[in-house]
Structure formats: C-alpha cells, structure tokens
C-alpha cells in the first residue's frame, strides 16, 4: 500500500452492513427463552409514595416478577457518583427504584418481568401505586428563590452546586473599561434521542458464575467497573459488551440507569435471560437529557471594542438528579471566553434541581450555551460600539503567535488548565467572510429591504475542548493465520466510523489494506482498559494509542522480517500485507512472519511447519522464546493527553424570514472549522453535516416541554420536532488543518463541532433580519414562529406581492 | 409501546366485513392503519377486534366521471395523488395530496381511512369539505351519503355511526373555468398542517365572482368554510383589495388555542397569509383556464 490512508477520504465500511439491516444491535442478539422488562414510571414529578400493591401484576399470565425498591436487595441504594467535585455538597444520585419518594416525571418505581413485552406492559399498568403528590416548580430562576418548593429537602433553594471560577484580575479591568454591555440569554431544554433507544440484555450462566451483559452503552468498561462493585463479582466474572448502538450523543455515557442494573440483576435471580428495549416515549421521560442555561453575561470593553473582562453569572438546570457531576456546567463555564483573547473573566454558576429528567452532557455538553453567550454578547457589544461584526471578532480573537493560550484559574472538565494548544483563528475568520460574501451582503440586504424582504447574516465563532483524558489503549496483533491486522481499544462506537478511522491509521503504519484490519472495541471480555467515548476523544486518545502500538507492531515487522530475508533493517519495506527487501523480489507475507515468531510443538497447518521445534528455521540454542521476548506480532500501548486540545470553528448563514410562515429560509451556510490533522475528511464532515443538523434542531425545532405540574407533553416524534433532511439547508464545509502540539496524530476531536455554533448562528442571522424595524435580539434558542412573528412589525399579514 | 390484546379478522366482501362490525361490539376497521396502528401502541385506542378491509376488491378502484371522482375504500393516497384521470377531473386533489405525510405512508395509508380519521389538521377532509364532496356509508341496514358538512364533527369524530363502513367518497370536479389554489404550512414537511386552505373561485364573463369557495383545516376542531372570507369575495372583483379584504376576514375562523407549537395569535397570522396566498393562485389559474 504505497498511498498514505491517513488523510484520505475513504468510504465508511461499516455503512453497507447497517444500511442493509445487518447491524447487530442489542435487540438482534438471539437469546433463546428471554424474558422481557417494562418499568412502571412515577406519572408525578415530585410524589411521596405511599403505598405499592404488585398483586395485580403477579396474578396476570405470564408475569414472572415483579421487583420494587422492597425485593432487589443490596441494590435498594443510591447509585454512585460518577465525578465528584468539592462544588457539591451531599450530591443527590437516584436508586433504582424508587423508595418512599418520586422526584420526576417517568422515574422507575417497579419493574416487570413477563413472557414477552406485551405482556409486561399490560402488567405494568396493573401495579398500583399511591401517590401523595407535592408542589413543585419548574421554573429555574422561581425555583432558586426562599419560598420555592425543594425537590430534596436536603438543598435549600434548590441549589445543587455553587462554583466560581477567576482568571486574571477581573476587578480592576471592569474598573478600567470605557463600555458594559450586559445580557440575558436562554438555551432550553433538548435531547439526544438517539435512533436506537437505549437498551440492555443480559444473561447469568450459573454453571460458569459468569454474567454477560449486552449494552447499548458509551462506556461499556464504566458499566463492568459499576457491576462488578454492586454485584459484588470479580471482573473477570462480568463481561460488558456494547454491540452496534445506534447513537448515544452522551446520553448513553451516563450509567448505571436502572435498567442497566435491575436487568442484569433480575437475569441472575431469575435464571433466564432478560431484555429491556426501551421504547420512545420512555427514552423522553427517562433518559438523561441536557441544556437548559440561563446567562447573565457582561463584557467590559473599550470603546475600540477590545474586551477587556468578562463576567457570566449562569444558572444550570441539573434536573432531579447530579450523577454526572457538574461536568456540563464547568465546561460551559470554561468555554465562556470562546476563541477570544479576555483575559480577565468571572464566571459563575449554580446547579439548580429541578423535578425533571436528570440532566447530563448530550453532544456538546454546556458549550451551545457558552457560544450562545459569548456570541450572542459580541454581537450587542459591536452594535452598540458601532462596529462591524468581524471586525470586532477580529480584534478580539487569539492571535497565531499567541498559542498556547493558557486561562489560569480555569480548570476545564478534566481537571486540568484550559489552554487553547493552537489554531488560525484569525484565517478562519476571513475565510468564513468572502465564503459568506460578506462584503456584498449589505447591498443585498439593502435591495431585500426594499422589497420589503427579511434578510440577515448570521455569525458565531466556536471553540470546542476535546480529546479529554485520562487515557486510552491501543492493542495489536497480527493473525498468523490470514496475517490480517486485528486492533482493540477500551471505546464503544455508535456510528462514528471507528472501524474506519483507526484502521487508516494502522494501515499507514503497517502497510495493509484498510479491509485487512479488523477492529473491535465495546466488549470488555476482548480488552478492558481504557475509559469510554465522549468528549469528542475517540480520535485523538485511541487514535493515537493505536498509532504508537502500531508503530511498535512494525518495528516487530520489520526486524523479524530482516532476520527472515537476511537484509538490514534499513532495507525492508512493508506494503500490501508482505514485507520485501528494497529492490529484490524477495517478499514474505505478514502470516508467514507471524507464524515464524511463534514457536510451536503443533503444525496445524501448513503455513505452520515452519514454526515447529524441529523446522530448521527453529533452531536455537537457548528457549524457543528468548527471556523478554513474547511470541507472535503483537503490542499494547496508550495515550494519556497533557490536556485537552482545542478545535474551533465559525458558521455564518444567510437567512431569510418568510412572513407569513414566520420560517426560517437558509439561503447559504458556511461552516469553516478546523480540527487539527484529518484521518478521514469524509468521516470529519460526516460528523460536521450531523452536528450542525442536530445544532438546526436545537436552534429552531428541538425543544422538551413540560406543564406547569412536570409533565413532558411532547414525548413522541411527532411533537418533538427533530428536523428531516428537508429542513437541513445545503453545507458548505471549509477544512483547516492546524495540528495539535499535544499528540503524535496532531488531532484534534471533531465529534461535537458542528452543533455548536449553530444556534448562535441563526439567532445572529435573525436578529439580523429584522434590525431595521424591530429590537428583537433572540436571546433564546430554540427560536419558535411566535418569537419570529413578534419581532416583525404589526400587520405583517399582508405579504409583499 | 405496545398494544394491549387484541382479536383480528380478515373480512372477505363488503357484507362479511358489515356483519362482523355489526356483531362485534368495539370492532374498528383497519385501513391503511398508518394511524389507527400508532394510537393502538401509545395505547390510546384499545379495539377488541380488527377488521382488515384490505382484501375487499370492490374496495380497490377509483370511478372518474364528468362530475366528480369516486375513491375506494383501500385506495391509497399515492394512487390517488398520481391518478392522471382524478387529476385532470380536479387539480387540487394531487396538490393537497402531496403534502399529506411522506411518500412511504402515502403509499399505505387510505384517502378514506384519512377521511374517517378526521383529524383535524389532514388535508384531504378539508378537501371533501371545499369542493362539495361526500362520503357513502353503508350497514347491514342500509347505505346513506353523508355530505362532508354533516360527516365532520369535531377532532377525529364524525357522524360515521360504530356499525357503519365507509365504503367510498365522493370529490365533485372542479366546475369548469374555476380558478384553484392550496397552500399550507408545517414547520417540517409532511406534518400536519399548522394551517391549510384551499380555494376554487369561480367567475362571470366580466371577472365577477360568482362562487367563491375557501376551506381550512389545522385551526379548529374540525376543516371548516371560510364564510366570511368568501362573502367578501362574493359579487365582486377579485382584484388586490378584495383579496386583502378576504384574507383579514379569516381570523375569527381559528378557534384552536394555543399549543406546543404555535399561538392562536401566530395561527391567525398564518391562514390569513396563506388565504391570499391561495387566492392569487386560485385568479392566475382561473386566467390560465380562459386564455
Ligand atoms: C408520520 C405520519 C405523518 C402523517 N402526516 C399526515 C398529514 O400531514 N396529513 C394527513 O392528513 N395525514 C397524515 N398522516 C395520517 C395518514 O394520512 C393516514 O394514513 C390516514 O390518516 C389514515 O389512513 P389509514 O388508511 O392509514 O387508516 P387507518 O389508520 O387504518 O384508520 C384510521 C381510522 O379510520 C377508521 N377507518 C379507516 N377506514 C375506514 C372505513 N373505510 N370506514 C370506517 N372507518 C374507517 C379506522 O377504524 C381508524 O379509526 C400521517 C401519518 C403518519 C404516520
């Protein structure tokens, strides 16, 4: 294989399997005689529970259990705090089922167990359940106040976590400014709503005391740590295996659900094993959901629009619940300062409970809200200074020369120094203006006005940390058999292209075709070191333990290849799964060397004569297998990121309001980012085009509702409007590609990019629009038809003819 | 997301699927099932029998006449929507048609099961209403034609009786020389509608109108006339003003609150839009139709 993969644009080769309907996914798992799980669901989103009569349920045919907080034994605790951080005091985690009291909307209070899932939700709906229910308050900024109902009584005003965070010397920069300006913004309540909902199988084998778990899970390794601690079993007794997962966005990292533990408990006490598919509506009510933020924010400026300190004051929505830490908060709080220089910042947030789905990162995790903050405050700060949109990014933004860019006292998600590694921020910028046309825009907008027209330009600027740490591995071995190149890691792929990715990158290294590496990841009973897949690091923290394994595979390659062929080392090169000496037609294949460096008593083929203790090739006068040497072609090695690595972006949109739809027309939108190196420009603006579809949905469709009682009222797709692709404008994507100093790859994640900036972009655009005749700024996301009908002048019936 | 327990039969004519729905209290008819299937498994319909129409052959054909167009109990959305014949004996039943769900559901779910589903926001009940239409209702009494003004009655509730079938509806043509329009809006395409009417306007030799007809559905409890709207338009010119003067004559039209989606204020906003949208189609295509 002569032309380098890493860079090239290769089909993903996992897509022909899953557009087929050939993708194994939790529920294609064939489990012979498998019971099926429905849960009952608090229908209250604070309630004390008084009493819970199961007899109902038990009597109907073909239930085989029933489990409530009373029956599940050890597991009738609060589940564990997956990141702890001194912000929170006494964190509040859920149990698995509800004891005593309920504190949202479709939380699990008992568990079915039946035949088949029809009958266990027929059987569900026979449990019944007292409820006394309590007062409640949905409204964040209600709900921090003195007289406010608790969601726990243990947390006055609802306060969940209270944490602040300095860089520089804000007092003195505020003291020193010629200019304030000040704002309120409001990202709302979103979810990821995954394709696949989330899902759990597992099956107990008595005779071997192992447990397997199939799990459409993130961090299939996470979800093994949490069994074996609560059941009590040693980790080589439990094997977690996430197969195909059809999305997860973060929504699937989180763990243990109740499910992931009731199921997998219910298979060892049942002897059988058990599924639970959860289904739409319970994934809305049930599954972990993200978003609402509500920024005070303020820059302290000259008059030339250089910030000089920042100030953000935030209130976090953590719903019922804090599992996850405060991890979408700081790193909301972190990315507050975006791509700019402000060297002074305050920021601020509380955490507030509120009687709803708990609240943990989907794909973004706090930086929407953070971008949607800044960008929406340069914009007011431009406007009212007078100057021109860019030109005020301009003068703010970080400075080539300027990298690494480091903002002491901010500590970002990982617990380390955020510090922007590198970029072009300023190229970035300019290419984002000709591609949009800025320079032709205010004419265009002038002759659209005079029609009587609605046109703006949208803009944001983003900055996304990724790659977190603390590691990742990377596993090797070259099959003497097929001499294919079979690679592990600790992650779990959703769709990402993972298979692809990583094989580029072996590829590169080894000299094989892409088709001849053999990827596997999500099962811990094939590798089980290594954390999960969030935080856009798949590439960088696999990818580059991957890349220094192979490295070290080739080295093996290429000396045992020498010694075969009787060349130098210097003389062999590898292509096309052989290794030949430079020049010559001598060549041996990969299975053949891997045969060779594995000394065998056995010719089970034979390719494996040679390899046998009396084959001259074996002849030695020591071991077969030297002190320090192991056999076969095979290497294990990690990554553990210096901190995490920056990639950043702008969108810039020209958009058009139709006024008597009050809809949002895209007539063009740029998306110019960079993530450092590409492994595969496809599967980079695979995830772009994904990213900025979902970041259309949270701009303009996506949005939870709940009644003033906490009910989720739109839990369906068909009043949770997520875009189709005829909603989906056309994206034009312009790559730049600054390596990143922190890894050997020089890559940079890109997992999360695209969904950003893109409410910051349309609200920008809209505002925009309407400028001339109304002061609507869109202050919130997602933008609804009303709030485009409000800022159009009165009497907008009349549609220009 | 399952349904509860239910039987399921398989009627074999139209007098095998009449007694069964007469015998069995709390037998519906599946259709397309395009929407009775999804309320079955949201568990907000529990039938305790299913009686499937779909191996009726008198219920697969669609009748053209010089008058008006006569569909089927099975037939399809899309078999209707790409029916050349329904097309040039009215125009407007494709253009509606087209924004009724998406081409996959077009290709199963019924005009006729749309029409006895009479939500209140699908187009094609709205259509039965605009152009004058009816549906046949048959039992093992007897048969009666309903008109669409009677048939709806509110939100998915109709004067269908529980032992009556529809076995077929009637869309009288487009009356010859008229002028027609449709426009509607969903925030995505092939959603229910937030708001869509349709128009025929017809005309005398001197560009009088004679008859004007506007229909909307998505803004009430049930597609309704646009009375006020028409009376504007009725004995005079369908210039500019007039036009105007039609569409600010809608708002008292919508009746729908406010929603998830949308205010009653934003859903005025919208049809009076949409009603001059229409309009101005409904005048060129009638000009089209003259030269
Ligand atoms: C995603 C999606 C989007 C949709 N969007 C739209 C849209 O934009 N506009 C729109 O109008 N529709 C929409 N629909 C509904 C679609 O048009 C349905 O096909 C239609 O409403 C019902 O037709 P059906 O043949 O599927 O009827 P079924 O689902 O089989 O039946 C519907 C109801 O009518 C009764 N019924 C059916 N036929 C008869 C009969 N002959 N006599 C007596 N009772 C009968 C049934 O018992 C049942 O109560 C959508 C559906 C889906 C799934």
């Known amino acids: 294989m002569s032309t380098r993969q890493f860079g090239a644009k290769i089909s993903r080769n996992i897509d022909p399997e899953l557009l087929r309907g050939e993708g194994k996914f939790t529920d294609d798992i064939p489990l012979p005689g498998a019971l099926h799980a429905a849960f009952v669901r608090s229908p209250f989103a604070r309630a004390r529970i008084e009493a819970i009569d199961t007899s109902d349920a038990l009597a109907c045919p073909g239930v085989v259990a029933v489990y409530t907080c009373d029956n599940i034994e050890h597991l009738d605790r609060e589940l564990p705090l997956l990141i702890p951080h001194p912000s929170m005091n006494n964190a509040r985690t859920q149990r698995p089922l509800a004891r005593e009291d309920v504190y949202y909307v479709g939380q699990p209070v008992a568990m079915v167990v039946a035949v088949n899932r029809y009958v266990a939700e027929d059987a569900a709906l026979l449990v019944d359940v007292d409820y006394d229910a309590l007062d409640v308050e949905l409204d964040m900024e209600k709900a921090i106040l003195d007289d406010a109902p608790l969601v726990h009584p243990s947390h006055p005003n609802n306060i969940a976590a209270d944490f602040t965070q ?52 993130q961090a299939p390794i996470g979800v093994r740590g949490g069994l074996a601690s609560l059941f009590d079993l040693d980790e080589d007794k439990v094997r977690v295996i996430a197969p195909h997962v059809g999305g997860g966005f973060g929504q699937k990292v989180m763990f243990p659900y109740a499910d992931e533990i009731l199921v997998p408990y219910a298979a060892i006490n049942l002897g059988k094993p058990i599924k639970y598919i959860e289904d739409r509506r319970e994934n809305f009510i049930g599954s972990n959901q993200e978003r609402t933020q509500i920024h005070t924010i303020e820059l302290y400026a000259t008059k030339s629009g250089e910030v000089l300190a920042l100030s953000d004051d935030f209130l976090h929505d953590t719903g019922a619940f804090i599992p996850y830490g405060i991890a979408v908060a700081q790193v909301a709080s972190t990315s507050i300062a975006g791509p700019y220089r402000i060297p002074n910042i305050r920021v601020r947030f509380r955490a507030v409970y509120t009687p709803t789905v708990p609240v943990t990162p989907y794909r973004g995790c706090g930086r929407p809200q953070a971008c949607f903050a800044i960008e929406r405050a340069m914009d007011q700060l431009a406007d009212e200074l007078g100057i021109d949109r860019f030109e005020i990014r301009r003068r703010n933004l970080i400075r080539d020369d300027e990298f690494p860019y480091a903002r002491d006292g901010l500590l970002f998600a990982d617990g380390l120094q955020v510090k922007h590694d590198s970029g072009q921020y300023l190229r ?49 071995k070259i099959h003497p058999i097929t001499g294919k190149v079979y690679v592990n890691t600790g992650l779990a792929g959703q769709g990402q292209g993972h298979e692809t990715s990583f094989a580029q990158i072996v590829a590169d290294q080894l000299g094989v075709n892409v088709s001849d590496v053999i990827f596997r990841e999500g099962d811990t009973g094939a590798y089980d070191w290594g954390v999960a897949t969030f935080a856009s690091r798949a590439a960088v923290v696999s990818g580059n333990a991957i890349y220094k394994a192979a490295k070290v595979v080739r080295q093996q390659l290429v000396e045992a290849a020498a010694n075969m062929l009787e060349a130098p080392t210097d003389e062999i090169e590898l292509t096309d799964g052989y290794a030949s000496v430079k020049g010559t037609n001598r060549k041996i294949a990969y299975s053949t060397i891997a045969t060779a460096t594995n000394p065998l008593r056995y010719a089970f083929n034979e390719a494996a004569q040679i390899a046998t203790q009396f084959a001259p090739a074996s002849k030695h006068d020591g071991p077969p297998l030297a002190e320090g040497q192991h056999p076969g072609l095979e290497a294990t090695d990690y990554f553990s990121p210096s901190c995490a690595t920056w990639a950043y972006g702008v969108h810039a949109a020209i958009v058009e309001i139709d006024p008597v739809t009050c809809r949002v027309v895209f007539h063009k939108y740029v998306c110019i980012h960079d ?78 990019a695209g969904c950003i900036a893109v409410g910051a972009t349309v609200a920008s655009g809209l505002a925009d629009a309407v400028s001339h005749v109304s002061g609507s700024k869109f202050h919130y996301t997602p933008v609804t038809p009303d709030m485009i009908l409000e800022a159009l002048p009165q009497g907008t019936a009349q549609p220009p003819d | 997301m399952k349904p509860p327990l239910f039987d399921y039969c398989s009627a074999q004519s139209v007098q095998d699927a009449l007694q069964k729905l007469h015998e069995t209290p709390g037998a519906l ?37 010089s008058d008006g167009i006569v569909v089927g109990a099975t037939i399809r959305h899309r078999d209707l929507e790409l029916d050349a014949a329904v097309h040039a004996a009215n125009p407007l039943l494709r253009l509606a048609l087209a924004h009724v769900a998406h081409v996959p559901i077009r290709n199963r779910g019924t005009t006729v099961g749309s029409l006895c589903h009479a939500d209140a926001a699908a187009e094609m009940p709205m259509i039965l209403l605009l152009t004058g239409g009816s549906v046949m209702a048959q039992s093992v009494s007897g048969t009666r034609t309903i008109p669409a003004e009677e048939f709806y009655k509110f939100h998915m509730t109709t004067a269908k009786a529980s032992d009556e079938l529809i076995v077929s509806a009637r869309f009288p043509a487009l009356p010859r020389g008229a002028g027609y329009g449709f426009a509607e809006f969903a925030r995505r395409r092939g959603d229910y509608a937030l708001a869509a009417v349709g128009a025929i306007v017809s005309c005398d030799d001197s560009g009088i109108v004679t008859d004007a007809r506007l229909a909307a559905c998505g803004i009430g409890s049930k597609p309704v006339r646009l009375t006020a709207a028409e009376n504007a338009l009725n004995g005079r010119r369908a210039d500019k003003a007039a036009m105007a003067e039609a569409a600010l004559a809608t708002a008292d039209a919508v009746t729908a609150p406010d929603d998830t989606q949308v205010t009653q204020a934003y859903r005025r906003h919208l049809l009076a839009g949409l009603t001059r949208q229409v309009l101005a189609q409904a005048v060129s295509a009638r000009k089209e139709a003259i030269a």
């Open chain 1, 166 to 217: 300095v860089s520089g010397n804000p007092d003195t920069a505020i003291a020193a400014a010629e200019h304030v300006t000040k704002l309120r913004v409001q990202v709302d309540r979103s979810t990821a709503a995954p394709m696949e909902c989330r899902t759990v199988a597992a099956w107990f084998d008595h005779v071997s005391s192992e447990l397997t778990v199939w799990d459409g899970t």
């Open chain 1, 428 to 476: 970035a910028l300019e290419m984002a203006r000709e591609a949009i046309g800025w320079d032709d825009f205010p004419a265009k907008q002038a002759e659209a006005r005079a029609e009587g027209r609605y046109l703006g330009l949208g803009l944001a600027f983003y900055v996304e940390g990724t790659g977190l740490g603390p590691y990742e591995g990377g596993h090797i």
């Open chain 1, 675 to 752: 993530c450092g190196n590409m492994i595969n420009p496809t599967i980079v603006e695979g995830q772009v085009m994904g990213g900025l579809a979902q970041g259309i949905g949270g701009a303009l469709f996506e949005h939870i509702e709940f009644d003033d009682d906490g009910n989720l009222t739109n839990a369906n797709f068909v009043d949770f409007l997520i875009p189709y692709a005829t909603e989906i404008p056309d994206i034009e994507i312009q790559h730049l590609e600054t390596p990143s100093p922190l890894n050997p790859l020089g890559v940079k994640g890109v997992g999360e």
């Open chain 2, 29 to 65: 008819i599946l259709a397309g099932g395009q929407s009775l299937i999804p309320a079955m498994n949201f568990r907000l319909v529990s039938p305790s029998t299913l009686i499937d129409i779909n191996r009726i052959p008198e219920f697969r054909k669609v009748e053209v006449t």
